[in-house]
């Protein structure tokens, strides 16, 4: 039985995974309506404009400098290129695909987060890793199969590519995100990530992101504060437990993106999506079940 003290950290991410699913729900939306850069965009702009008197209210309370140290900047920017980048991609690819459909495929992620910690902080992956990868890839095929039939639509295989590298890139996300946590609190991390995002995707706002009308701008306000609420719940999860107990739990986000896609898309779930959602949960939850992931004992863990 685990104890209370990773109960609750447990519990907040299951919360915060939950609003991030919503949330993606509502970005599909405000995706069709005005376009992927622009929602993304404007998101973040309203994200910024929620912690803005947060993040004031908070440095003032703490007496502390309003810009973090050198490295925790930095990481705050890393984090943010990844995500502005790996959404923009996830929510273009969402307009073609069905939402249920892309968030098992997005799955693959703590999978790539495994052999990106293995590169980059030399672990040793061990063959229960790659026997994992072999199943989880086959769940990708099985999905991708449907792509390829009778009703291929070139559209749907482009965004069914666009939200694989969206993947990758949130597996890179995965990999900093621990290390993030434990270095700056969770309304660092959301004012910071609205912060660069949205400078990211400033100079092509001119063209790509018209000011949006009121409906287009209540639907992205709704986004926002669906972000932002998730970022500071796991943001402060993340502190309190190893990614190693809270990164199987992405895996409920599919329950609540079928669940969204079906409510506010009509978006029935397909017995292919279900049984390649099985082999790649299956795959990964092999595949981290090793010992390649770093044990918190105490120290920062670079992941």
Same mark, same amino acid.
């Given at each position: ?72 900047? &930095? ?70 199969? =449907? ?56 100079? =092509? ?66 017995? &292919? ?31």
């Amino acid at each position: 039985m685990r104890s209370r003290a990773t109960l609750i950290p447990i519990c907040v991410t299951l919360a915060g995974l939950a609003s991030f699913s919503v949330m993606d729900g509502v970005m599909k939306a405000a995706s069709i309506a005005v376009g992927a850069y622009a929602a993304l965009f404007w998101r973040n702009v309203f994200g910024l404009v929620l912690m803005t008197p947060v993040w004031v209210t908070v440095r003032r309370r703490m007496g502390g400098g309003w810009l973090p140290r050198g490295d925790v900047l &930095r990481l705050h920017l890393l984090r943010s290129a990844l995500s502005g980048v790996m959404a923009g991609l996830f929510f273009w690819g969402t307009i073609h695909t069905p939402l249920a459909e892309a968030m098992a495929l997005s799955f693959i992620a703590p999978l790539i987060a495994l052999f990106l910690a293995a590169a980059f902080l030399g672990e040793r992956i061990e063959r229960r890793a790659f026997a994992g990868s072999v199943l989880a890839l086959a769940g990708v095929g099985v999905i991708a199969a =449907g792509k390829f039939g009778g009703h291929y639509a070139p559209a749907a295989m482009h965004g069914m590519i666009a939200i694989l590298v969206s993947a990758v890139l949130y597996a890179a996300n995965l990999v900093v995100q621990r290390r993030q946590a434990q270095l700056a609190g969770p309304d660092e991390i959301a004012f910071f990530q609205n912060l660069f995002i949205s400078l990211l995707f400033a100079p =092509g706002a001119w063209w790509l992101a018209a000011l949006p009308h009121p409906g287009q701008a209540l639907l992205l306000g709704a986004g926002a504060v669906l972000a932002v609420v998730s970022l500071m719940l796991i943001g402060w999860a993340y502190a309190r437990a190893e990614a190693q107990v809270l990164v199987p739990l992405e895996y409920t986000a599919f329950i609540w993106a079928a669940l969204v896609g079906w409510l506010l898309f009509g978006e029935a779930v397909t017995l &292919r999506t279900l049984g390649g959602v099985a082999l790649i949960v299956a795959g990964c939850l092999m595949a981290i079940s090793t010992r390649t992931v770093p044990v918190d004992n105490g120290q920062p863990n670079p992941a």
